[in-house]
């Protein structure tokens, strides 16, 4: 049987840059999508720009910011350093936050529980009082 001829030797690349940790700061995709990655060492966060568009020094997506147990998604406007996000913007215009539960080892043990910005659970629009409590069903890791 004939097989049609492949594509060979495409020669796709994706480029990072790091820190003077070895973390991947920027990536350039093969495609030329560019992401950022700020790590906010002292507040124990890390802020990730994705689809970053230097013309307009926003990402194409919501900023994620990831905690030690929780990640959200904003859409507050970037603060920039030579054209490039710096992390030290506020976090408002907050669109998502998940919340995971972690063992002292810092592993995920639960997780599952979106919330939007005013407490209501994406899952199923019930409200959570007194913070980001997991609830029965919630998806377990």
């Known amino acids: 049987m004939d097989y049609p001829p492949r594509a060979v030797g495409q020669n796709l690349v994706t480029q990072d840059v ?13 495609t030329g999508s560019v992401t950022y990655t700020v790590y906010l060492d002292t507040l124990h966060e890390v802020r990730v720009y994705t689809g970053w568009n230097s013309t307009t ?13 929780e990640t959200l998604t904003m ?31 810092g592993q995920v043990t639960a997780g599952g529980c979106v919330l939007q910005p005013d407490g209501r ?10 913070g ?5 069903g919630a998806i377990r890791l």
């Open 18 to 30: 790091g820190d003077a940790k070895g973390r991947t700061t920027k990536e350039t995709s093969p």
């Open 57 to 69: 020094n926003t990402a194409t997506v919501p900023t994620e910011v990831i905690f030690k147990n």
């Open 75 to 105: 859409a507050a406007t970037p603060a920039v350093t030579s054209g490039a996000p710096n992390g030290s913007e506020a976090i408002s215009a907050v669109q998502t936050l998940t919340v995971y539960e972690t063992n002292a080892a």
């Open 121 to 130: 659970d994406l899952r199923d629009g019930r409200h959570r009082h007194g």
């Open 132 to 136: 980001h409590e997991l609830l029965p």
